[in-house]
């Protein structure tokens, strides 16, 4: 709706959390250090601080914490703000064992501190929660709205909204436009109009928007257009529920498109914030992932070399997001003329459908068998990470020739960047022998992806490179 402000709530929240952050942080250097407020703000106390407030800016986008803020109980909010202090405290420890200034803080002073916290942030959200569902809800500034709908889906809006516990707006009164129900209510809701009279009960009422929400079938019988610009000549915003034109599809937005207003489906609308961290997370990955790759290639390279004669690095055109084509690095783990090669083999192929896998490929080199089973010779694509054509995590990059043999429905598997592992490298990849298996674990990932998910896909990544599992 357009008089409703989504995002500004969740910035407030993240806004009173860093204030809580400061608080706890002075007041903990206080009762451990006493004077030591006096300067903190020019040694090693005052960078700890920027860096746990952008550290928790992070944490608290990535966790998505304003999700179903007014709707969480007491006990739910004491465990959302423990669990964000968790991650906190250990991010933190983490950053402090890896610079080494860790000797300049007592364990007593982060205890306190962390503590602190969690008294403070939940204290002052559940004053914020309180003003918005409490007060500004119940007060003359926030958003009045009449719903217009009918009697058979009255009960069915209106738990949904109360079902929602949102703050940032309040139903004053119902339109029902299949029968004359003035005087009644339902659900405690009145009924102050039917179709006849809604728009001089409007002219009279104080009211900030109109939601129209009618069954797919009932859009014949009312001019929605004059409707809605009735409306807005009295200055009334207007939703309107897209269930009336009968589309059941999931996702969907609205967005501007070229000044044209669009409503937008997807599979799955994903969150904008947490993207962006997703980046940022590959570019860091990608820069310690590029300095172990030269690290490394110190050692690999003369070994490829002295083997076979030939290029160390192997490139490939691969299509990653949405059908981009974008070229491969890997450590050269065949001999020469291997892509040739491969039409000699296709009768050995032990994959069924569009992908292609046999487990004694006579094309891989010793020193390529070493490489495969420890992954090293996937570390030439923490380039492709860093350049964007690639991610951390995601699904696995096809060929040109795998992607070309597609149906409709297989390149949905590339609507994120292709990842370096994922969850089909993590689940015992070679036992796979049925692409569609490979399509149904990529379409998971996709269909729950979030940064959480990506954090268990590293850890088991690395579990599987050290001790060699599910890789022939």
């Known amino acids: 709706m357009a008089f409703i402000k989504k995002n500004l709530p969740g910035r407030y929240l993240l806004f009173i959390d860093c204030i809580c952050i400061v608080i706890s942080y002075i007041l903990a250097a206080c009762i451990r250090y006493s004077l030591v407020t006096r300067y903190w703000y020019y040694n090693i106390f005052g960078w700890v601080l920027v860096f746990t407030i952008l550290l928790y800016v992070g944490v608290f986008l990535a966790f998505d914490s304003y999700k179903e803020f007014s709707k969480r ?19 933190v420890t983490a950053f402090l064992f890896l610079t080494q200034e860790g000797a300049a803080f007592s364990r007593l002073f982060f205890l306190l501190f962390f503590l602190l916290n969690i008294l403070i942030t939940y204290t002052l959200r559940q004053y914020f929660k309180w003003l918005l569902l409490g007060v500004y809800k119940k007060s003359r500034s926030n958003s009045k709205i009449m719903i217009i709908t009918t009697f058979s889906q009255a009960e069915e809006v209106l738990k949904q909204i109360n079902n929602e516990s949102t703050w940032e707006y309040v139903v004053t009164y119902l339109t029902i436009l299949d029968r004359d129900m003035a005087g009644k209510r339902i659900l405690g809701i009145p009924v102050k109009a039917n179709e006849s009279n809604m728009f001089e009960v409007a002219r009279q009422e104080a009211l900030d928007g109109v939601f129209i929400h009618l069954p797919s079938d009932y859009s014949e019988t009312i001019n929605l257009e004059e409707t809605i ?9 207007v939703s309107l529920s897209i269930h009336i034109f009968g589309l059941k599809l999931s996702e969907q937005n609205i967005q501007n498109m070229s000044g044209y207003h669009v409503l937008t489906f997807s599979h799955r609308v994903f969150n904008e914030y947490q993207l962006h961290i997703k980046r940022l997370t590959d570019i860091l990955g990608g820069l310690v992932g590029c300095i172990l790759t030269v690290i490394v290639g110190i050692f690999i390279a003369p070994a490829i070399v002295i083997e076979t004669p030939g290029p160390v690095l192997f490139k490939q055109t691969r299509v990653g997001k949405n059908g981009r084509r974008f070229q491969i690095y890997k450590f050269r783990s065949m001999c020469a003329g291997a892509e040739e090669k491969k039409a000699e083999l296709l009768a050995q192929n032990e994959m069924e459908g569009q992908m292609f896998k046999i487990t004694s490929d006579p094309r891989i080199t010793r020193v390529g068998n070493f490489l495969r089973k420890t992954s090293l010779d996937e570390f030439p694509q923490f380039f492709n990470v860093l350049k964007g054509d690639m991610s951390l995590v995601g699904t696995r990059p096809p060929t040109e020739d795998e992607f070309l043999h597609y149906e409709g429905r297989h390149k949905r598997r590339l609507a994120l960047n292709c990842g370096l592992t994922g969850l089909w490298q993590v689940s015992g990849r070679s036992d796979i022998t049925d692409f569609e298996d490979v399509v149904n674990l990529d379409l998971k990932y996709i269909d729950n992806w979030s940064l959480r998910m990506d954090l268990k896909i590293i850890v088991k990544t690395i579990y599987v490179v050290l001790f060699a599992r599910g890789s022939k």
């Open 73 to 91: 109980s007491f006990f739910d909010e004491l465990i959302e703000v423990c669990k964000l202090n968790t991650i906190l405290s250990l991010s």
């Open 229 to 237: 610009k009735q409306f807005k000549n009295m200055g009334v915003d």
